[in-house]
């Protein structure tokens, strides 16, 4: 495939220890206690696409337990932090974008906004006060359409898991066709403690190369 240079906006699915940012939590290390985990990073979905397509990763902006909107786990506040919407503002007021010559972006996200329990809301594309992010599907409109302003003419792919709310997944593949992009929507992945196994790993590299025509 034409190389592309590519970023990825993720949660927990999409870590591994020294593969993301600095201060970012991550979920896979080779080395959890508890399982599942994987032994080494090119063994992640990601890693594996990026190796079979011949893409550049520029960027795996990846924070474990992160949700796209601003509502976290225990009704914690992840505006200032880790939410998807608030790490995309932060890499524009830094002039990433200007000078990365980003042109792909992998979304993978929803998992945690869907297990915390944040209120759904409804779909919102426009207009949103502050108070609107804190609601799942008003904070999935805003990121992608915001991620389209900021990458006019990026190819954008937005991956749903299993296993989430289907409200979430809706609202995911609404907001990515709204703008132009291309939801996958995952199916049977091999999982413990709702995180992928190795195996799982391959289910979910091979599905989103076969919706990349790979």
């Not at 999409?14 to 090119?42: H, K, L, N, V």
Request: hydrophobic share 35%; aromatic share 12%; glycine share 12%.
């Amino acid at each position: 495939m034409e190389p592309k240079n590519v970023i990825i906006f993720g949660d927990s699915y999409s870590t591994f220890a020294g593969c993301i940012p600095e201060g970012y939590a991550t979920y896979y290390s080779g080395a959890r206690e508890t399982p599942p985990d994987i032994g080494s990073w090119d063994e992640s979905w990601w890693a594996m696409v990026i190796k079979q397509t011949g893409w550049k990763l520029v960027r795996n902006d990846s924070w474990s337990g992160s949700t796209i909107g601003y509502t976290g786990y225990d009704g914690a506040d992840y505006s200032r932090t880790s939410s998807f919407i608030t790490r995309l503002e932060r890499l524009k007021a830094e002039g990433f974008f200007e000078m990365s010559g980003v042109d792909t972006v992998l979304v993978f996200g929803g998992t945690n906004d869907s297990w915390c329990g944040a209120p759904l809301g409804g779909e919102m594309y426009e207009g949103w006060e502050r108070e609107d992010l804190y609601r799942v599907l008003p904070a999935i409109g805003c990121f992608f359409t915001k991620l389209r302003e900021t990458l006019p003419s990026a190819r954008i792919y937005a991956i749903c898991n299993t296993e989430i709310k289907s409200e979430i997944v809706e609202g995911i593949k609404n907001a990515s066709e709204r703008i132009g992009a291309e939801s996958i929507v995952l199916e049977k992945i091999d999982k413990i403690n709702g995180h992928p196994t190795a195996l799982g790993m391959t289910e979910i590299k091979d599905q989103v190369l076969k919706a990349l025509g790979v």
